[in-house]
């Protein structure tokens, strides 16, 4: 299955993909179509089906900036393609995506809480459930599968296992959903999309090195390397 973002070359310096107009359209439309299938952008693009081998198809990672040769034409510049796509502009392909590294909260340097630390562990606490459905529904309708998947698979591939091991071993298995909803929020902080909950408070505590957790009782915030406990609030106290 292809996946975001995908484009094709011809082998003489063009490459080829999907932009947000069309995508847009697609998604107003409710189209089958997948901007992100490479038979569908040379199938859009008017290419025959029987010349659509001779162009080469690649796969590349915006925010890891991993690149991968799909299938590639043994004649063709691989390496022109991974530059083409590391120099992209990709407002043009997905305008509300928004590229910037992602953010191990606990590779920041350890800082002291304070009061806006306190406040947005309140603000978060009275959110509610439903976290992760909640993002997941807007980006789908906003950006569709194929983007909001790869945001949600680089996010979690880079910090959120680590995270969730992390606090899981410092605290109890209890805390999971807790933990889990803290990435989620991390992981809308990556589109310039309207979402139904403020997830404001959960991503500025990430950015600075903190991660909450949560275990019925106790909202407890994570900080360092060994995801140490820097804070606890009781809000039924």
């Given at each position: 299955?292809?996946?975001?973002?995908?484009?094709?070359?011809?082998?003489?310096?063009?490459?080829?993909?999907?932009?947000?107009?069309?995508?847009?359209?697609?998604?107003?439309?409710?189209?089958?179509?997948?901007?992100?299938?490479?038979?569908?952008?040379?199938?859009?693009?008017?290419?025959?089906?029987?010349?659509?081998?001779?162009?080469?198809?690649?796969?590349?990672?915006?925010?890891?900036?991993?690149?991968?040769?799909?299938?590639?034409?043994?004649?063709?510049?691989?390496?022109?393609?991974?530059?083409?796509?590391n120099g992209l502009d990709y407002k043009r392909v997905v305008?509300?995506?928004?590229?910037?590294?992602?953010?191990?909260?606990?590779?920041?340097?350890?800082?002291?809480?304070?009061?806006?630390?306190?406040?947005?562990?309140?603000?978060?606490?009275?959110?509610?459930?439903?976290?992760?459905?909640?993002?997941?529904?807007?980006?789908?309708?906003?950006?569709?599968?194929?983007?909001?998947?790869?945001?949600?698979?680089?996010?979690?591939?880079?910090?959120?296992?680590?995270?969730?091991?992390?606090?899981?071993?410092?605290?109890?298995?209890?805390?999971?959903?807790?933990?889990?909803?803290?990435?989620?929020?991390?992981?809308?902080?990556?589109?310039?999309?309207?979402?139904?909950?403020?997830?404001?408070?959960?991503?500025?505590?990430?950015?600075?090195?903190?991660?909450?957790?949560?275990?019925?009782?106790?909202?407890?915030?994570?900080?360092?390397?060994?995801?140490?406990?820097?804070?606890?609030?009781?809000?039924?106290?």
């Amino acid at each position: 299955m292809c996946k975001f973002f995908s484009f094709v070359g011809d082998g003489y310096g063009n490459f080829h993909a999907i932009g947000w107009e069309t995508r847009k359209k697609w998604i107003q439309e409710k189209s089958d179509n997948s901007p992100d299938s490479h038979t569908q952008i040379l199938t859009t693009m008017g290419v025959p089906p029987r010349m659509q081998d001779r162009w080469s198809k690649y796969e590349y990672n915006p925010l890891t900036r991993e690149f991968a040769v799909d299938e590639p034409v043994e004649t063709h510049d691989h390496e022109a393609a991974e530059r083409w796509a590391n120099g992209l502009d990709y407002k043009r392909v997905v305008e509300p995506l928004i590229i910037k590294p992602i953010i191990h909260p606990f590779n920041i340097k350890p800082i002291l809480i304070a009061e806006i630390d306190k406040k947005n562990l309140q603000r978060w606490d009275s959110i509610g459930d439903s976290i992760g459905d909640s993002i997941g529904d807007s980006v789908r309708d906003s950006v569709r599968d194929s983007v909001g998947d790869s945001v949600r698979d680089s996010v979690r591939a880079s910090v959120g296992a680590s995270v969730g091991a992390s606090v899981g071993d410092s605290v109890r298995a209890s805390v999971w959903a807790s933990v889990r909803a803290s990435v989620w929020a991390y992981v809308s902080s990556f589109f310039d999309i309207r979402y139904k909950y403020d997830f404001g408070p959960a991503i500025q505590l990430w950015e600075r090195g903190f991660v909450p957790s949560y275990d019925g009782k106790i909202w407890r915030l994570h900080s360092a390397p060994d995801a140490r406990v820097v804070y606890e609030w009781n809000p039924h106290a």
